[in-house]
């Protein structure tokens, strides 16, 4: 199908960009990667009056540490966080992730910030940056805020930015001493989306006792949410694969699974527990 006529503009800063959007509010769409955006446009699931896209501003795509994190560029694309040195140095996690999105074509054009604004409840990257306790830098008319990946994702496709403000960047912190992780996750053939994604930050110490855990989950409820009740039902105890399995069984606590053509909500369930125990064995082995 052909999209509604819209307007097209190419800001080439981040001031210009949120100029357009107070303007038009409600009416504008972002474009970053267009791996979202387009087929909703072209399926008039969206027709908006304006489109601005970010393509032009050139201080949006890097990756570096700062300090005890890493920060990305909002236009990073999926390929560059995969393949980046600093990702793998430090965050292996988040390169793990993104070697599993789509394929070749949309790892290459679509983008981190796209991913995690457009917020699909089977997107990968919320996953991950939830289990990374990764935080958001947005820019709007009243200037910069941070927030938290645990207070971004509210709903279906709905996020915490307002229709003003632009996710600029995405930090995480660096893997600290004896850190292990793992993304497990179970594909929709035809699209690779998320029927149930995995991701898992770990840390025991020498005894195999757990110090610390973060688990993240997608594809399963209306967003990605930390998988709480696993993580206190392993911290501080010793990780067996008894103790994981057992944890593992309380994936979905508090969620209520999604159900349609592709999954019903008792298979995700259960794909949430398969997923959540493989990635802990997973970074348990370091593997």
Same mark, same amino acid.
């Given at each position: 199908?052909? %999209?509604?006529?819209?307007?097209?503009?190419?800001?080439?800063?981040?001031?210009? =960009?949120?100029?357009?959007?107070?303007e038009y509010g409600e009416q504008a769409?972002?474009?970053?990667?267009?791996?979202?955006?387009? %087929?909703? /446009?072209?399926? $008039?699931?969206?027709?908006?009056? @304006?489109?601005?896209?970010? +393509?032009?501003? =050139?201080?949006?795509?890097?990756?570096?540490?700062?300090?005890?994190?890493?920060?990305?560029?909002?236009? !990073?694309? #999926?390929?560059?966080?995969?393949?980046?040195?600093?990702?793998?140095?430090?965050?292996?996690? /988040? =390169?793990?992730?993104?070697?599993?999105? *789509?394929?070749?074509?949309?790892?290459?054009?679509? !983008?981190?910030?796209?991913?995690?604004? #457009?917020?699909?409840?089977?997107?990968?990257? %919320?996953?991950? @940056?939830?289990?990374?306790? +990764?935080?958001?830098?947005?820019?709007?008319?009243?200037?910069?805020?941070?927030?938290?990946?645990?207070?971004?994702?509210?709903?279906?496709?709905? !996020?915490?930015?307002?229709?003003?403000?632009?996710?600029?960047?995405? $930090?995480?912190?660096?893997? *600290?001493?004896?850190?292990?992780?793992?993304?497990?996750?179970?594909?929709?053939?035809?699209?690779?989306?998320?029927?149930?994604?995995?991701?898992?930050?770990?840390?025991?110490?020498?005894?195999?006792?757990?110090?610390?855990?973060?688990?993240?989950? !997608?594809?399963?409820?209306?967003?990605?949410?930390?998988?709480?009740?696993?993580?206190?039902?392993?911290? +501080?105890?010793?990780?067996?694969?008894?103790?994981?399995?057992?944890?593992?069984?309380?994936?979905?606590? +508090?969620?209520?699974?999604?159900?349609?053509?592709?999954?019903?909500?008792?298979?995700?369930?259960?794909?949430? $527990?398969?997923?959540?125990?493989?990635?802990?064995?997973?970074?348990? =082995?370091?593997?």
């Amino acid at each position: 199908m052909i %999209p509604s006529a819209f307007d097209y503009y190419a800001p080439k800063t981040v001031a210009e =960009a949120v100029a357009l959007l107070r303007e038009y509010g409600e009416q504008a769409k972002v474009l970053a990667g267009g791996q979202s955006l387009l %087929p909703l /446009l072209k399926l $008039r699931l969206a027709s908006p009056r @304006v489109v601005v896209d970010l +393509g032009r501003i =050139a201080d949006l795509a890097y990756i570096r540490r700062e300090g005890e994190e890493v920060a990305i560029g909002a236009m !990073t694309r #999926h390929e560059e966080v995969e393949r980046s040195d600093v990702v793998r140095q430090y965050c292996r996690l /988040l =390169a793990a992730t993104a070697a599993t999105i *789509g394929d070749v074509q949309v790892r290459n054009r679509g !983008t981190i910030g796209g991913s995690l604004a #457009h917020a699909d409840p089977a997107g990968d990257f %919320p996953a991950a @940056v939830l289990a990374l306790e +990764g935080r958001m830098k947005v820019v709007g008319p009243d200037g910069e805020r941070w927030i938290a990946a645990e207070d971004f994702f509210l709903d279906v496709m709905t !996020t915490a930015l307002k229709a003003d403000e632009i996710l600029t960047e995405v $930090r995480v912190a660096v893997d *600290g001493e004896g850190a292990r992780s793992a993304y497990e996750k179970i594909r929709q053939k035809a699209t690779g989306f998320a029927l149930c994604g995995v991701a898992v930050r770990l840390r025991v110490d020498e005894a195999k006792v757990c110090q610390d855990v973060a688990v993240g989950v !997608t594809g399963v409820g209306a967003k990605a949410y930390r998988a709480r009740a696993v993580e206190e039902a392993l911290r +501080g105890k010793e990780v067996t694969e008894a103790a994981i399995a057992s944890a593992a069984a309380e994936a979905v606590q +508090g969620v209520e699974p999604n159900e349609d053509a592709q999954a019903s909500a008792a298979y995700r369930a259960h794909l949430a $527990r398969v997923c959540t125990r493989r990635a802990l064995s997973r970074a348990l =082995a370091g593997s």
